[in-house]
């Protein structure tokens, strides 16, 4: 969980925002901004290893996550229209070894506010490599 509360005008750095894949996923092209408000993820994970030893290096476990978003910009004198709740259900295919991890996440968005006129279904891909 992740909030702010603020009387005073803060500069774009220190707002809150909302939208994206480090707070509501299913938020990829349009996000919400303000000096108050704040979100929540929600993710159950589920992993197993793979057996074959030969094969860590690369893929040493895989798995899935489902994840749900919540957050909110609260209304204030300088946000105008742009207040009010988002939220978003995600699915995360993963694998990681040794050497190598990658993921692939596929995300809905649910609530908006009518600031926000479009629903979003982002895919996000995620590729590292480890020395």
Do not use: C, K
């Not at 893929?59 to 229209?81: C, K, M, W």
């Not at 295919?93 to 009518?114: C, I, K, N, W, Y």
């Amino acid at each position: 969980m992740t909030g702010q509360h603020s009387e005073d005008v803060l500069f774009s750095p220190q707002r809150t925002s909302l939208g994206g894949l480090s707070s509501i996923r299913g938020y990829q092209d349009q996000s919400l901004s303000g000096d108050s408000g704040g979100y929540w993820r929600n993710d159950l994970r589920w992993s197993r290893p793979v057996t074959l030893e030969w094969l860590h290096p690369v893929f040493a476990e895989y798995g899935t996550s489902l994840g749900y978003d919540q957050g909110v910009i609260t209304h204030g004198p300088y946000n105008g229209e742009q207040h009010g709740r988002l939220s978003s259900n995600s699915l995360e295919l993963f694998t990681r070894g040794q050497h190598l991890a990658a993921s692939v996440t596929f995300a809905h968005s649910l609530e908006r506010p009518d600031a926000l006129i479009e629903s979003e279904a982002p895919i996000y891909f995620s590729l590292s490599a480890f020395l």
